[in-house]
């Protein structure tokens, strides 16, 4: 892979813009699942998921999407990286686990002072994410990043554990591009996917909860094997892309729409049938790869993700999925006082832009070039 194909601004961008829609869709079920609204109102709220506006109040598919960014900027990164493994788990631990642990602790650090926002107002989504007691053997599971997924004060570590195991061992996945056939390295991902999800199932049957968070992991993979993929075939998938006319680059572009959101909408439509979450991933795969094609390949897109406002929200992405659950805290803190909801929500959105830029200035870009010094010192 050609070197000057080692940073993109227009997948920063939209990186930033999948960050926003994950804290517009956190704000928003806050806001759906108060128990103020009346049987009408709610019915008619219910509706705005279905619609374009579910690219921005659908925060699952954004986690999958950051998923597949992910494999696609690490193939970068290995492929230009000059040093060992020691030098990209120093990189990479300080990329993602250091801003982490500081917003983790000053937000246990502001829970612990004022509490956990009164729940007598809030509705069910709000309640399962707040109220966990503050003990050691507690804090130390969620900083651990790696541990327990359901010990959590941020509702977002989940997805963090997730992409903290699948970098430590994606290396290993960098190797098997390079060393094997390329088709059935993608065939061999699908394949232990599928079978992640077989195996999850039965330990959730049998209630080894430990291993069922594991197989989950193995699950998420295919996302990072995919994004791998996209890295390593990128001239081939550009120029096949752009060899089409504009109606079949149009109809790509609403296909990957459709497929983005289409399972926000099978979980509105068929939730009666309990149709599982985890393969309603598989149907939003494609429409994401498909998204990520069209951020680097349709000149438009390109334009649009590399605007200022873009760049901005690309470059403090991170740090704005990382305290934003702090700040929603206070929003519902603010509510329970006050009674103002959107007064609540519109203060808790500037303040988590407001907050997630400091964090970035004062936090994450620090550890970034922490993790290069290292790095570069552990390569000599």
């Known amino acids: 892979m050609s070197k000057s194909y080692s940073r993109f601004e227009s997948l920063d961008g939209l990186r930033?813009?999948?960050?926003?829609?994950?804290?517009?869709?956190?704000?928003?079920?806050?806001?759906?699942?108060?128990?103020?609204?009346?049987?009408?109102?709610?019915?008619?709220?219910?509706?705005?998921?279905?619609?374009?506006l579910g690219v921005f109040l659908s925060g699952r598919p954004a986690v999958l999407l950051f998923f597949m960014l992910s494999g696609f900027a690490l193939t970068c990164m290995l492929n230009n990286l000059r040093g060992g493994y020691l030098a990209y788990l120093l990189m990479r631990v300080a990329r993602i686990w250091l801003p982490y642990a500081?917003?983790?602790?000053?937000?246990?650090?502001?829970?612990?002072?004022?509490?956990?926002?009164?729940?007598?107002?809030?509705?069910?989504?709000?309640?399962?994410?707040?109220?966990?007691?503050?003990?050691?053997?507690?804090?130390?599971?969620?900083?651990?990043?790696?541990?327990?997924?359901?010990?959590?004060?941020?509702?977002?570590?989940?997805?963090?554990?997730?992409?903290?195991r699948l970098s430590l061992v994606f290396p290993f996945i960098y190797l098997c591009f390079q060393r094997y056939a390329f088709k059935p390295m993608l065939a061999l991902g699908f394949a232990l996917a599928c079978g992640s999800v077989v195996l999850f199932y039965a330990a959730k049957i049998l209630g080894f909860k430990g291993l069922e968070q594991v197989l989950v992991t193995g699950h998420y993979a295919i996302f990072f094997v995919v994004g791998a993929a996209l890295a390593l075939k990128l001239d081939e998938v550009r120029q096949w892309y752009q060899s089409?006319?504009?109606?079949?680059?149009?109809?790509?572009?609403w296909v990957a729409l459709a497929l983005y959101v289409l399972p926000v909408q099978i979980d509105h439509f068929v939730s009666a049938f309990n149709f599982p979450i985890i393969l309603t991933d598989w149907i939003s795969l494609p429409g994401i790869f498909l998204i990520m094609l069209i951020a680097v390949a349709e000149p438009k897109a390109q334009a649009f993700l590399s605007t200022r406002l873009s760049r901005w929200l690309g470059e403090t992405s991170y740090s704005l999925y990382l305290v934003h659950p702090f700040v929603l805290f206070a929003s519902m803190h603010l509510f329970a006082e006050t009674g103002m909801l959107w007064g609540a929500i519109a203060v808790g959105v500037l303040m988590s832009l407001v907050l997630a830029r400091v964090s970035y200035v004062w936090i994450e870009s620090p550890a970034r070039t922490l993790g290069k010094s290292l790095a570069y010192k552990a390569t000599r």
């Open 244 to 253: 089409r006319d504009r109606r079949t680059r149009l109809a790509l572009m």
């Open 16 to 52: 930033g813009w999948a960050s926003f829609a994950v804290l517009i869709s956190h704000f928003w079920l806050f806001m759906y699942d108060l128990p103020q609204w009346s049987s009408s109102t709610l019915q008619w709220l219910s509706y705005l998921p279905v619609t374009p």
């Open 102 to 164: 500081i917003v983790l602790l000053v937000g246990l650090l502001y829970i612990g002072l004022l509490g956990w926002p009164p729940t007598e107002a809030l509705g069910a989504w709000s309640k399962s994410v707040i109220g966990m007691p503050i003990d050691a053997v507690s804090v130390l599971w969620c900083l651990s990043l790696i541990g327990n997924t359901t010990v959590n004060y941020s509702f977002v570590s989940w997805s963090l554990t997730h992409e903290m």
